[in-house]
């Protein structure tokens, strides 16, 4: 009995490390929830003989989630083209920073946050092929020897090497790293310009060749293309403030970095990421679906909870 648990333990255990190799594959927490899930449903359908021959079932339950998220990945490229608007990965709350909830709050909670899941690397994920993604973030992020690969993708280990080095060319070169100080004042004077809607302000914080990027979803209201350069982006922004009297705006960590998260009436209605060089913003991701804001719906209800806590202090 005791060794059957451990082993029951020792697979739940695999749970996190899935979780975190599916959202960098599928940028979605909730097709990373379900291709998890779904790597476990097959591993209990097993029969027990077959499973107690499985030298590693880490190993053979990321080969699973891998092939999973491929076909999801090519059911995807689909999907999106009928999407409304540009499609971007859903914004991912740091560490406790959506207040209590579950699902995929929690979810959130058991995902690494390094540079691979900043916004911009995942934006720059979405232009592989599903092949060359799979290859390249099994190899590049996880470290998984390319004959590990080869039995996700069904082909050669020298194939899959080959992905990968197709997919490395499609990542831009580093560039110099910005401080983390220097990222959160940014991102803090932005938030204040944006709050006082001073559009001279936000022009000298963006970079003259900045692009904003936003997904509605077809939801809610948000610009189906890319703006493109500061002069443009900086009304854009003051326009929105005009248009939500009473926005509430925090500075949050999103996808590993420093971020603005805008409430209106006690509900994540907007969650901002952006992308720092010398100073200045040149790329700010806004998502704005509420489907892929659900991780964050109890920041608002925990904030919420605290200033009734506050008016309830004599």
Request: glycine content about 10%; some cysteine.
């Amino acid at each position: 009995m005791g060794a059957a648990r451990a082993g029951i333990e020792g697979i739940a255990g695999e749970r996190g490390q899935l979780i975190n190799v599916a959202y960098r594959l599928l940028g979605s927490l909730a097709e990373s929830e379900d291709a998890v899930q779904e790597a476990y449903a097959r591993w209990y359908a097993l029969p027990r003989s077959r499973r107690d021959e499985i030298v590693s079932p880490g190993a053979w339950l990321t080969t699973v989630t891998g092939r999973i998220c491929l076909d999801v990945l090519g059911s995807a490229r689909v999907r999106r083209e009928r999407y409304v608007g540009a499609w971007l990965p859903d914004p991912l709350p740091g560490p406790g920073g959506h207040g209590q909830g579950s699902g995929l709050a929690d979810l959130a909670d058991r995902i690494v946050q390094d540079e691979s899941v900043t916004m911009a690397f995942l934006v720059v994920l979405e232009t592989m092929t599903p092949a060359e993604r799979v290859s390249f973030v099994l190899h590049d992020v996880f470290r998984y020897p390319f004959a590990e690969i080869a039995e996700v993708l069904g082909r050669t280990p020298a194939a899959c090497k080959q992905l990968a080095a197709s997919a490395r060319r499609r990542v831009p070169d580093a560039p110099a790293p910005v401080p983390a100080d220097v990222r959160s004042d940014a991102v803090r004077r932005v938030k204040e310009a944006w709050r006082n809607k001073d559009i001279a302000a936000l022009v000298d914080l963006l970079d003259p060749a900045a692009v904003m990027t936003a997904d509605g979803g077809g939801l809610v209201g948000a610009a189906l293309r890319p703006i493109e350069g500061g002069t443009r982006i900086a009304p854009y922004m003051v326009a929105i403030a005009d248009r939500a009297p009473g926005l509430e705006l925090l500075e949050r960590t999103v996808n590993g970095a420093p971020g603005l998260v805008a409430l209106r009436d006690g509900a994540v209605v907007t969650v901002a990421s952006f992308d720092v060089a010398e100073g200045r913003v040149v790329r700010i991701w806004v998502v704005r679906n509420p489907e892929k804001l659900q991780p964050w719906a109890a920041l608002g209800a925990a904030l919420g909870a605290a200033e009734e806590e506050v008016r309830d202090v004599p």
